[in-house]
């Protein structure tokens, strides 16, 4: 089984105007491995600027086949962001629809800048859960940045 770490964004309509002017954001999105457009208005404004076919893509949804995925696959997913009662909520969603699904991460971190040692913490729990697909809800940018510095670091 090839482990190597991908990364995806979906780019809502706030994602992409803020990239317009926000070089650090840009950035963080061009270090993905894949930005699909994420809701209705992207969706059309692509077609308008002739890629006739692309469909609307969202993240939830999409988080939803991941996950229906997975749990056919045996695949472990983490869950990291939000607060602890919207973790709490969507964990127990996700075992309601997903029974079989092992929900092997889960981590609502402060709602504050991560020091050095706890950013390093969590990546190494986030290791030794060894799951396959983490799911990252930190809110734009602040999801994408974090993202991006991940990248970075197992790039080096």
């Not at 991908?6 to 002017?21: D, E, K, P």
């Not at 699909?36 to 404004?45: A, E």
Request: charge should be positive.
């Amino acid at each position: 089984q090839n482990r190597d770490s991908r990364t995806v964004c979906f780019a809502n309509v706030h994602s992409v105007a803020l990239a317009a002017y926000d070089e650090r954001h840009r950035l963080a999105l061009l270090s993905a491995d894949m930005v699909t457009p994420d809701g209705t208005p992207i969706s059309w404004t692509l077609k308008r600027k002739g890629h006739r076919t692309q469909k609307r893509v969202d993240g939830p949804n999409m988080m939803w086949s991941l996950c229906a995925n997975a749990e056919a696959q045996n695949v472990k997913i983490g869950l990291y962001g939000a607060s602890p009662q919207t973790l709490k909520a969507l964990s127990e969603r996700l075992r309601q629809s997903f029974p079989e699904l092992d929900i092997a991460y889960i981590c609502s971190p402060p709602f504050r800048e991560l020091t050095e040692a706890e950013d390093q913490q969590i990546c190494a729990d986030i290791a030794r859960a060894d799951i396959g697909i983490l799911f990252v809800g930190l809110g734009c940018p602040k999801q994408e940045f974090w993202i991006a510095s991940i990248v970075v670091a197992y790039r080096r």
